[in-house]
């Protein structure tokens, strides 16, 4: 395989439930294991947001949070920890809990530019030793109400799972008029500079 290394046996461990960024690492043929952090994000966004935090250092804080409460219980791991923010002008949107807020959602996002702020946190040893961040820019388009009830009755609970209700991969890109930035950092990681950091430590072959 394409990502293993003959340099050293450092494993790679994804601290995140995530499939679309599970999927990410998969088809780049980076070998790795899962062990989400189980953290409680809410309040620490919640807290981050009243102290005037950006939305991309809140994203920051919970992927360094997540990568160094795995790394501690396994130290001589990479760990990679990541977490995404939809900021409409300053309103951060989480996922939506049930069809009616997915609606809600889609008809403030209709027509408007949102942002999916980004960032990845890599930790060994109970530490931080790298991070990145990205905020790609989406603007839907205007659709009618009617289309918006038929792609709910297509896409199902599916969207649920996603903040925003929509995956770009699939039907969500129905939605969009425009995007700028990055496709993987859309889909929850900034791959091209996670896999030239593993590189560089071995973990891949350049």
């Known amino acids: 395989m394409i990502g293993n290394s003959s340099n050293n046996g450092l494993e790679i461990i994804l601290a995140s439930a995530s499939s679309s960024r599970a999927n990410l690492l998969h088809n780049a043929c980076i070998p790795f294991k899962t062990r989400a952090s189980n953290i409680d994000e809410e309040p620490i966004k919640?807290?981050?947001?009243?102290?005037?935090?950006?939305?991309?250092e809140a994203a920051e804080a919970l992927a360094e949070l997540k990568a160094i409460t795995v790394s501690k219980t396994m130290p001589h791991a990479l760990v990679i920890g990541a977490d995404q923010i939809l900021d409409?002008?300053?309103?951060?949107?989480?996922?939506?809990?049930?069809?009616?807020?997915?609606?809600?959602?889609?008809?403030?996002?209709?027509?408007?530019?949102?942002?999916?702020?980004?960032?990845?946190?890599?930790?060994?040893?109970?530490?931080?030793?790298?991070?990145?961040?990205?905020?790609?820019?989406?603007?839907?388009?205007?659709f009618s109400d009617a289309f918006i009830d038929?792609?709910?009755?297509?896409?199902?609970?599916?969207?649920?799972?996603?903040?925003?209700?929509?995956?770009?991969?699939?039907?969500?890109?129905?939605?969009?008029?425009?995007?700028?930035?990055?496709?993987?950092?859309?889909?929850?990681?900034?791959?091209?500079p996670v896999m030239d950091f593993l590189r560089g430590r071995g973990t891949m072959l350049s």
């Open 46 to 56: 919640d807290s981050l947001k009243k102290t005037g935090a950006a939305a991309i």
């Open 88 to 142: 409409l002008e300053g309103e951060w949107f989480d996922k939506p809990v049930d069809i009616k807020q997915a609606r809600e959602h889609l008809l403030s996002l209709r027509g408007r530019t949102h942002h999916l702020a980004t960032a990845v946190v890599i930790a060994f040893g109970g530490i931080r030793v790298w991070h990145a961040h990205d905020c790609p820019a989406l603007t839907m388009r205007s």
């Open 150 to 192: 038929q792609y709910i009755a297509t896409a199902g609970d599916a969207i649920l799972s996603s903040v925003g209700a929509y995956h770009l991969e699939g039907l969500g890109a129905q939605l969009f008029d425009k995007i700028d930035g990055s496709f993987f950092s859309i889909l929850g990681l900034p791959m091209l």
